[in-house]
């Protein structure tokens, strides 16, 4: 039932975690989590009551009604504190960073934030360091085309400004998976196209930025290429 996102969303939860689904809507990862055996505790919330009504027929018609509780709430408003895993999957960066931020609870190194998002994914590292948390680790996914990466992340307690590049990668080099790797070369290609066409422009100040895109593309095709000379491959 699962789609490849969710299902390394559900590989990052912890087993026998409290689980809560911060904009569930179907429902599915919660359902997953339970026949799966990964936990018995998850929370499916949705903000909207259409989506919580289609959660709960999901729900229903798996047989676990009784078993994943339904909660109306904006964000984490209505979770409960104790929940130790939070999933927020399939939103825009910036709403996820929202949701989570306005949440004073999650700052606690031994929750797990498992966060997907659809859009805006530098924003959000940035913002994630730059209000005191941190990603342990991320995967990325292909899946019809698009790529996603999912990060599990924590509270550190420590803010910290990172640099372009890793706002553009995060911990992707890091995975090590072919996936990974595709995922770092369609970023060289994006910036490269980016630049491309800032440095056809006349301002001087866009073929500036074009050098500085440019210079990040190379130093991502770098990392690549070390990587894979560490690890014997050819370049
Ligand atoms: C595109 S769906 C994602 C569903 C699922 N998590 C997934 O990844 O496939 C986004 C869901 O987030 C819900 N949502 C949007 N803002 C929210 C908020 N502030 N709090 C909780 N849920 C929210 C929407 O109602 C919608 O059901």
Redesign the pocket.
């Known amino acids: 039932m699962l789609?490849k996102?969710?299902l390394v969303?559900a590989d990052l939860i912890r087993k026998g975690a409290k689980v809560c689904?911060?904009?569930?809507?179907?429902a599915?990862?919660p359902c997953h989590l339970i026949l799966a055996h990964i936990t018995e505790d998850v929370t499916a919330?949705?903000?909207?009551p259409?989506?919580l009504e289609?959660a709960k027929r999901t729900i229903a018609e798996a047989g676990l009604s009784g078993k994943i509780k339904t909660v109306l709430?904006?964000?984490?408003q209505k979770i409960d504190p104790d929940t130790q895993d939070i999933?927020?999957?399939?939103?825009g960066g910036e709403?996820i960073a929202?949701?989570l931020f306005s949440c004073l609870w999650c700052r606690d190194p031994q929750k797990r934030l498992i966060l997907?998002p659809?859009t805006n994914i530098p924003y959000l590292r940035t913002a994630l360091y730059r209000e005191g948390f941190e990603i342990l680790l991320e995967r990325p996914v292909s899946e019809r085309g698009h790529f996603y990466t999912v990060l599990l992340c924590r509270w550190r307690g420590e803010k910290k400004e990172v640099s372009r590049l890793f706002s553009l990668i995060g911990k992707i080099p890091e995975c090590g998976t072919p996936e990974g790797e595709q995922h770092l070369w369609y970023q060289i290609g994006r910036l490269r196209k980016i630049a491309a066409g800032l440095k056809a422009a006349k301002d001087p100040e866009k073929r500036q930025e074009a050098e500085q895109i440019e210079a990040l593309a190379q130093e991502i095709e770098n990392k690549l290429k070390s990587r894979k000379t560490e690890t014997g491959e050819k370049k």
């Open positions: 789609d996102r969710l969303c689904d911060v904009g569930t809507d179907h599915y990862l919330a949705d903000v909207n259409k989506p289609s709430s904006d964000g984490l999933v927020i999957a399939g939103m709403l929202k949701i997907q659809m």
